[in-house]
């Protein structure tokens, strides 16, 4: 196997032109390698990025932050800035795998494996992320959720590359939360993860709710119509009744070794209820996991 290894970001989409179907971006390698180890995956040439410069920072602009498709989630996890801005993604990000992975992988080879057992995802989805794709002659912004097509699956065509992900500073009063649930003691990804965003005016009645949930479907699973139709309604237990029955009955989960499809159609629920009680009662933005 060929390994290329540019410097700048011209020089990779120039190495990406002519790249055939059987060549490989490769960033931090944690879940690439143990693709071609396991046989999955048979690329003739890999274009490494670990040296390609510009492609790794945390920048927090007026409203937007930035954050360079080659950071390390261990970087973005201990970003004291990120901490304060959107405490949730970095706690989510703290609970993904372990120290030796999160140092090693990256924010654009999470969104780029598009792996359903994710965590970064469903955060990103509830906050709203956009993903910053270029090629030699286009550049292009796409929501997180038109970015994540299907299992292993992305909008990414083979020339070209994430550099950036975007995420809106979150609203001041908005609260937010991750909820992470691993079905098995020897594992790290979600069975379900559920991620929250609520924001309320004065009066306690909903403004922006958003709710995603992780590892149970091909991409971050959410429904806008449910979520968007509870503005106005107060924050309470009843609405809150309603969403996490919205949710545990229209989603279609998977089945796999971390649960069956009515197993999780059960935690949904459960996980919803629990998220969207965290983000309306006083406390602290942040994840956990269960
Ligand atoms: C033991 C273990 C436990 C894990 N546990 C969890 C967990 O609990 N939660 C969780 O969310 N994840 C988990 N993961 C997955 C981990 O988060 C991903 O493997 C990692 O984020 C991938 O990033 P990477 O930089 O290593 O990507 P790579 O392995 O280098 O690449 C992954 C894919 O993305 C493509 N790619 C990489 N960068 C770019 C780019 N900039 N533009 C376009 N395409 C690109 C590559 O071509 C490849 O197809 C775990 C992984 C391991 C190995």
């Known amino acids: 196997m060929r390994v290329l290894r540019p410097q700048t970001i011209a ?3 120039h190495l990406l032109d002519e790249a055939g179907d059987d060549s490989k971006l490769i960033a931090g390698g944690t879940a690439l390698m143990l ?13 490494a990025l670990d040296r390609v410069s510009g492609l790794d920072y945390i920048n927090v602009e007026g409203n937007v932050i930035r954050l360079g498709a080659l950071t390390s989630l261990r970087a973005l996890e201990r970003s004291a800035r990120l901490q304060k801005v959107v405490p949730t993604l970095t706690g989510a990000l703290g609970l993904v795998a ?17 792996d359903y057992a994710s965590d970064p995802p469903a955060v990103l989805t509830t906050l709203g992320c956009q993903v910053r794709i270029v ?14 097509v299907s299992y292993y699956e992305t909008a ?7 550099n950036e992900v975007l995420v809106p500073v979150p609203s001041p009063t908005a609260r937010t939360t991750y909820i992470k649930y691993v079905s098995r003691s020897a594992e790290d990804r979600p069975c379900v993860g559920v991620a929250a965003y609520l924001d309320r005016d004065e009066g306690g009645r909903c403004t922006d709710l958003r709710v995603a949930v992780a590892g149970a479907t091909a991409t971050p699973f959410a429904l806008a119509d449910v979520t968007d139709g509870c503005r106005g309604s107060q924050a309470d237990g009843t609405t809150w009744r309603e969403v996490a029955a919205a949710y545990s009955e229209s989603i279609e989960p998977i089945d796999d070794a971390r649960g069956s499809a009515t197993y ?3 935690v949904v629920g459960s996980l919803v209820r629990r998220a969207l009680d965290a983000v309306s009662t006083p406390g602290e933005n942040g994840a956990i996991r269960l």
């Open 35 to 47: 693709m071609i180890r396991n046989g999955l995956l048979f690329p003739e040439q890999l274009i």
């Open 156 to 162: 990414l065509e083979h020339n070209e590359l994430v």
């Open 135 to 148: 090629s030699t002659n286009s550049e292009r912004v796409l929501p997180l959720s038109d970015f994540l």
């Open 11 to 13: 020089e990779t989409l």
């Open 98 to 114: 372990n120290h030796r992975v999160r140092q090693r992988a990256t924010i654009g080879g999470n969104l780029s494996e598009a």
């Open 264 to 266: 999780r159609k059960h």
